[in-house]
């Protein structure tokens, strides 16, 4: 303890802890503060510097970060359809066309011109029938043959769900079951029943889709190729396939590498598309909710290729078109009894005799005839 000047007395602060100060006597005179002053100021003593990353130098990363401005981020640039600069969106597009199977196709179309020695125009149009005959027609014949079962199917699914419903209601009455439970028993003994005679008849509705599953990967890789091929990535033999396709065309298309100025192509592709839309529609008298649905959307497909097909180089345009015309060809062929005979597909009920006479008189009630 201390006395200090005035009487006052007080503790000092020991571990700086603050301790309550001892109040003076009574009638003691009060201290008087005093101002600090530049000679009674205890000196302070300066802060020692945190240790962080340094860029060189002494001086504290910190203040370095502070001082140095950010750079600014880099830019993402892609290409697009015709080749020009587009943004970061485009790398998967850029990352696809140089794809091992796009690398395969560009090889095989390469092979297939020097082969047989065709103009490029030929040998786009000889590749999609290649592709569509030896690959896609007989996956078409197979889901023929699929579909066909499962329509015969259809009568004895029908007369099991019948009898299968009478003895959940029966089981159902026996054990007190609500109408959701006996709704749920009844689906779930259906899908059962139903999958092992998918499994008898080896008709998995899945296997009918097993076209669109390699058809579309095998029409994009071969447009990528021919894609690549118009913007100049491909040679072959020294001499690049770009400059082949310049002059490769025919009629009003002579330059494959760019868009058809005329939109013939563009015009053709989508009535290709719609005609085989509307094939299938008047082959079937009835559609469900899901088929209602599917064709007004390759309805709309079909109007939104046009401008896409206007825009791509012709050599792109011109197998889009003659892909669209075998495809319809093929449909029109599976039509054909003799021709289901000799894929061995099944007949049904729905089958006709005269099923190319049957469209053009459905075509003609539904368009013309009102």
């Known amino acids: 303890m201390q006395v200090a000047e005035g009487g006052k007395a007080t ?21 008087k503060s005093r101002p600090w002053t530049a000679e009674t100021r205890p000196p302070v003593k300066p802060r020692r510097a945190r240790p962080g990353p340094h860029w060189g130098g002494d001086r504290p990363g910190m203040l ?26 485009w790398a998967w597009y850029e990352a696809l066309s140089g794809s091992a ?5 560009e090889a095989g179309l390469a092979s297939l011109q020097a082969a047989s020695g065709l103009p490029w125009w030929a040998s786009v149009v000889a590749a999609s029938a290649l592709l569509r005959t030896g690959l896609t027609l007989p996956l078409a014949a197979h889901q023929g043959r699929v579909l066909a079962k499962l329509e015969k199917l259809q009568p004895e699914i029908q007369s099991l769900a019948k009898q299968l419903r009478r003895e959940v209601s029966a089981c159902g009455a026996r054990r007190g079951w609500s109408e959701r439970e006996a709704r749920f028993h009844f689906r779930k003994n259906l899908k059962r029943i139903v999958s092992e005679l998918y499994i008898r008849d080896n008709c998995h509705p899945f296997k009918a889709s097993l076209l669109i599953w390699i058809q579309i990967p ?5 447009s990528l190729a021919l894609r690549n091929f118009s913007i100049g990535r491909t040679a072959s033999e020294g001499f690049p396939i770009q400059e082949q396709l310049s002059v490769g065309g025919t009629l009003w298309f002579v330059d494959l590498t760019a868009p058809d100025s005329t939109l013939i192509l563009p015009i053709t592709l989508g009535l290709l598309n719609l005609l085989i839309v509307e094939i299938f529609v008047l082959q079937k008298p009835s ?10 959307f390759f309805r709309g497909m079909s ?12 050599a792109m345009a011109l197998y889009w078109v003659s892909s669209s015309f075998m495809g319809l060809s093929h449909n029109l062929l599976l039509r054909s009894p003799a021709f289901r005979r000799l894929c061995r597909i099944p007949p049904t009920k729905s089958d ?17 005839a009102k």
């Open 64 to 89: 370095r970060l502070l001082l140095v401005p950010p750079r600014p981020p880099a830019r993402r640039v892609g290409r697009g359809l015709s080749g020009s600069a587009a943004g970061g969106g």
């Open 11 to 31: 503790l000092r602060l020991r571990s700086c802890r603050l301790v309550e100060p001892i109040r003076a006597p009574p009638g003691a005179a009060p201290r």
């Open 303 to 314: 109007v939104v290729m046009v401008p896409i097909a206007a825009t791509v180089p012709s």
């Open 352 to 368: 006709s005799d005269t099923p190319y006479k049957d469209i053009v008189a459905a075509a003609y009630a539904k368009y013309f």
């Open 218 to 222: 095998v029409w994009v890789f071969v």
């Open 101 to 105: 199977p796009v690398a395969w196709a």
């Open 287 to 296: 559609l469900s909710r899901i088929q209602k649905c599917a064709t007004h």
